[in-house]
């Protein structure tokens, strides 16, 4: 027992003096944490170490369904920026008065669609009313979790406008976040899955079989903010999320760059 408790006290202090760190190096402006949706992982990282060699600053991402990250900043997490996979987690933190005034921009666009798990899957016609239950054959559906992952609430609605959300919920497998439901059909547990375009490009041997039609779900978009407790730092970042170089790499990663 006093094992334990001698170990819990060590684990808080260490706890304790990294956020004391991670506070000052935030405070300095030498070290910018961002929270972003895990649908951005790459590019996120791509770009981050394009503006470290170019500011000598540190980049710290932390990457994850923009619910929980969303949460987690409400709860008093110490990020600068965040990015969220859709408007309604960013909704969230500016009611609660967890961003900084005047920094919210729409940055990113994406589409929705339906992978398979080998590259030589056939096609499926997304249409009203698609026999999705029957190309399932039995199987399992990848999707983020619908109840509150972006990734899975824009699969619901186009399913649901569709007409056969009710015919394939029961098969439905929710994942953490969309990478996960990408991962799920990669190896193999899943024989369909609805991810993002930029996550089907990265995907090991995925097809994409199918893209929903626009006007099936909400339009899928990137917001990006610095938080109310961001260092001096965070605003660089921001503009450079919006520059010339971090455009480049998201059109290369097949985002949509939004005009603001």
Known sequence: MAKSLTRIMGLALAGLLF????????????TITVFAAASLTDSLKEIAALYEAGTGRTVTVSFGSSAILARQIDQGAPADIFLSADEAWMDFL????????????????NQLVLIAAHRNAAPVRIAPHFDLRGALKGGRLAVADPASVPAGKYARAALTHLGVWDSVASQIVPAENVRVALEYVSRGEAPLGIVYATDAKIGRDIAVVGVFPANSHPPIVYPMAATGTAGPGARSFLA?????????????????????
């Open 94 to 109: 500016q009611k609660e008065n967890r961003l900084a005034a005047g920094t919210r921009r729409n940055l990113l666009g």
């Open 240 to 260: 450079f999320l919006e520059g010339p170089k971090a455009r480049k790499v998201f059109e290369k990663d097949g985002f949509t760059v939004l005009g603001h």
């Open 19 to 30: 956020a004391i760190a991670s506070g000052q190096a935030r405070d300095s402006g030498k």
